[in-house]
């Protein structure tokens, strides 16, 4: 059963506009996360992490954000550009466990 | 600094057979963990491995299994293939306690047939 969830497959946004990537979990218990970025014929790399005891985290352009509540965090980049187009993935990682999302491809068009 | 790679690229075995995969970690990272990405799909955690012992372990049956060694480079093996055994697995290195720090390979496509 998945438990991290990204319900987009994909995403096409124009160059210097903002990108939202959205994921979902279903797990309460699950306190920390991270959004990964692979391009096609590497391994995924560290983008960006949030901590349950905040709601936001900013890294340059990039920003998490997460709403516990809801259990639904995003990913949120501002502005697009055309290096971006990449599949991002979200991911919980309770303790030494790591569950990933099936990811969202985004294309920034130019 | 070197960063993590895999070996081989590509594999091809036929069900039934084993297979090892093997991975050498970020300099100076302590832990390594394994991932099975099927296509289409995210990555779905195996297990981990910190100072030789396994440290974390996914929804995978016994017959994968690791190795990590004093050099911290790692091996999975799987026994028993099955065709949906068939996907992309990948290893990533990092500190332990610090999931920001995990740095992935490029990954070993295996086919079994």
């Known amino acids: 059963d998945q438990q991290v969830k990204q319900n987009s497959p994909s995403l096409s946004v124009q160059e210097g506009r903002i990108s939202i990537l959205n994921c979902d979990y279903t797990?309460?218990?699950?306190?920390?996360f991270l959004w990964y970025k692979k391009y096609p014929a590497e391994g995924p790399t560290f983008l960006i992490s949030i901590s349950s005891i905040k709601d936001k985290n900013e890294d340059g352009r990039f920003t998490v954000f997460l709403n516990k509540s809801a259990k639904h965090l995003s990913l949120h980049i501002v502005p697009s550009q055309p290096g971006d187009s990449a599949v991002y993935f979200c991911?919980?990682?309770?303790?030494?466990?790591?569950?990933f999302g099936t990811g969202t491809s985004l294309t920034v068009i130019p | 600094e070197t960063g993590v790679t895999q070996s081989p690229t590509h594999l091809i075995k036929t069900r039934g057979q084993q297979v090892t995969l093997r991975c050498s970690s970020q300099s100076g990272h302590n832990t390594v963990s394994w991932y099975q990405q099927a296509l289409g799909q995210g990555p779905q955690f195996i297990f981990q491995y910190y100072r030789e012992e396994e440290n974390g372990r996914g929804n995978f049956p016994p017959r994968f299994s690791g190795l990590q060694f004093p050099n911290y480079s790692s091996e999975l093996n799987v026994n028993a293939l099955e065709l949906d055994d068939s996907a992309l697995y990948l290893c990533?290195?990092?500190?332990?306690?610090?999931?920001?720090?995990?740095?992935f390979g490029p990954g070993t496509r295996l086919t079994v047939l």
């Open positions: 797990n309460s218990m699950f306190d920390y």
């Open positions: 990533a290195s990092s500190w332990t306690s610090q999931p920001d720090t995990q740095y």
């Open positions: 991911a919980a990682n309770p303790g030494n466990q790591f569950y």
